[in-house]
């Protein structure tokens, strides 16, 4: 099982001191939620971000596209020095080729599906992906509840991934904690993005992350 902070939910003020941190406390990658308040009704951070953060950090820098054309972007986070992007089944009229432009660029490619998209949809792309990431919570925002209507579709996915690609990994992001952590695991999730719950806690992030892990109490 791995784990990747999400920022989104850090300290911006002490940003690289907080990704730092995380990867001592045995982070996998570090998540980072781009929003372009279109796709999305937020706004987040971009490419400099993704800039500021390289020369901080040797972990593996995943970009979560949750943009109305991730097509136009990708370049840009590439040359930050990205190394995955997640990018969204919704509105993309033309994932084929988005997914293969990221393959193109020697880039990890994922793809994102909201809580209202069923496992289906992964059935004719899941041969070109790297990962599938089942979000738990609409996308959008950090800190809000998760949905455990998604846990059926998680076991889904994991029977699809075991049956097509079984070294695919199946991810899931939004409001996990220790709790929703466990059951995620239990339906199939093998990565586990966690924003507030590792950084929007009263607790050292080294503690907060060894809670979200597999028989932590
Ligand atoms: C939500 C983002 C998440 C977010 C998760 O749209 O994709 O990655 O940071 O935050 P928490 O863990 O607070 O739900
Ligand atoms: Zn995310």
């Not at 820098?61 to 590439?78: A, G, Q, T, Y």
Request: charged residues 20%; aromatic residues 4%; hydrophobic residues 45%.
């Amino acid at each position: 099982m791995k784990l990747a902070p999400s920022i989104l939910a850090a300290d911006f003020a002490r940003l690289g001191d907080q990704v730092a941190e995380a990867e001592r406390a045995g982070a996998d990658r570090i998540h980072i939620d781009v929003m372009d308040g279109h796709f999305v009704p937020n706004l987040s951070m971009g490419a400099p971000i993704v800039a500021s953060l390289r020369p901080v950090t040797r972990l593996p820098l995943e970009i979560h596209l949750m943009i109305s054309n991730p097509d136009l972007f990708l370049h840009e986070f590439v040359d930050s020095g990205s190394d995955s992007f997640l990018v969204h089944w919704e509105g993309n009229a033309n994932l084929h080729r988005t997914i293969q432009r990221i393959r193109a660029l020697g880039k990890r490619a994922g793809l994102a599906i909201n809580p209202a998209t069923p496992a289906s949809v992964l059935e004719e792309i899941l041969p070109d992906l790297d990962q599938v990431l089942v979000m738990t919570v609409d996308p959008g925002f950090g800190h809000q509840h998760f949905l455990y209507s998604t846990l059926g579709k998680i076991s889904r996915v994991r029977q699809l991934i075991d049956c097509v690609k079984p070294e695919c990994e199946l991810e899931v992001d939004g409001g996990i904690d220790s709790e929703t952590a466990k059951l995620c695991v239990e339906a199939g999730a093998n990565v586990l993005v966690a924003g507030s719950s590792v950084f929007g806690t009263a607790k050292s992030v080294v503690e907060a992350m060894s809670r979200l892990r597999p028989g932590a109490k």
